[in-house]
């Protein structure tokens, strides 16, 4: 079996909703969700981003956004910005959860690639924290310094709502991720600091503006962790051809989200059988970036997957469809980790 390294999931928030129950969540599995711990050994899911997530508050009169989105076209406001004060004992409960997964012996958190293959090598999951989203840091990026001793790794600036750094895109289809102002001040001192951390910086859920305005500071490699084509799908969180050619141009790297709603051309929700929509996308990103700078990013646990993935144990017979499409051993190789920790290697050094 093939290891699967994945750019991006959501398991800690669901811990965060259920922390009570996190033994059975993590360790047994309570057939919920798409991962824990059995269902990655299933499906050779070897490890990758996982994700804080700070939840907007949900009004009790909100619309059915779920069935909102099934039926573009539609245009969902952006959630209101979040302080670092309110964020971050909410981050620092979903870093703990990290921590306690640590702690059961199943799982690592790293730092580096090779802490990363360390990991792999025991039969251990490799964990890279990440924040999704910067609401947890001030903009004194005095609490960047702190999560990053804690172990901070991987940084996107916003999630799809503003933040004292800059905006996130809207969920809307169709549109076009070119949809606000860029980085603020903060912002390009946050991107600076990531940098000279060797943070790795997320642009998927960015703005355009705010990817150029990355793109002009960053000396690191661009990397959308879980971000698809816009030429495809012309969703705001997909990737125009323009910016896949900037990501190539930086050597970066692209993962491909396996939420229906950025797979599909019509923009809906709804799962669906079969692999065409998932390789029309890495079809062109691969053509885009060539095969060294693609990659997965499934967003886990934080969306609708299509039904012939269903959850982490179906990641042999995602390998399987991209053998029957045609890709030789290697670049199935590449996609499931080979990408990942090599631009890894480039972000971070060695």
């Known amino acids: 079996m093939i290891p699967v390294f994945d750019g991006h999931n959501d398991f800690l928030l669901r811990l965060l909703r ?42 009790h009169d909100a619309p059915d956004y779920e069935a909102i989105m099934d039926a573009p076209p539609y245009d969902l406001p952006l959630p209101d910005l979040i302080g670092a004060e309110e964020a971050q004992p909410v981050a620092a409960a979903m870093v703990g959860h990290l921590m306690w997964m640590e702690r059961t012996g199943a799982l690592s958190i790293c730092r ?92 998927s859920h960015l703005n355009e503006a705010g990817f150029n305005d990355v793109a002009a500071i960053s000396d690191a490699p661009l990397v959308a962790t879980h971000s698809n084509a816009y030429a495809v799908t012309p969703s705001t969180r997909n990737l125009t051809d323009r910016q896949l050619a900037m990501i190539a141009e930086s050597d970066g790297m692209v993962g491909l989200n396996f939420a229906t709603v950025f797979l599909r051309e019509d923009g809906r929700k709804s799962t669906f059988d079969g692999w065409d929509p998932v390789l029309r996308h890495l079809d ?26 269903g959850d982490v144990a ?37």
Do not use: Q
């Open 18 to 59: 259920d922390p009570g129950n996190r033994d059975t969540i993590w360790l047994t599995g309570e057939g919920k969700g798409h991962l824990d711990l059995p269902r990655m050994k299933a499906g050779g899911f070897a490890g990758g981003f996982f994700a804080v997530y700070i939840p907007s508050p949900v009004a």
């Open 314 to 350: 179906g990641l042999p017979r995602l390998i399987a469809a991209l053998r029957s499409h045609g890709y030789d051993e290697a670049l199935v190789r590449k996609l499931a980790h080979e990408n990942w920790l090599a631009l890894l290697e480039r972000t971070w050094g060695g």
């Open 112 to 203: 580096s690639v090779a802490d990363i293959r360390a990991a792999m090598a025991a039969g251990k999951i490799a964990a890279i924290l990440h924040f999704e989203g910067a609401e947890p840091i001030g903009e004194d990026l005095d609490a960047l310094h702190l999560w990053h001793a804690a172990g901070l790794r991987s940084l996107g600036p916003v999630w799809s709502r503003p933040t004292v750094f800059g905006h996130g895109v809207p969920f809307r289809y169709p549109g076009s991720p070119d949809s606000g102002p860029g980085l603020t001040e903060a912002g390009k001192r946050l991107i600076a600091e990531c940098n000279r951390l060797r943070i790795m910086i997320d642009l």
């Open 284 to 309: 062109h990103l691969i053509g885009r970036l060539g095969e060294d700078r693609v990659g997965l990013g499934s967003d886990f646990d934080g969306s609708t997957v299509p039904a012939d993935i």
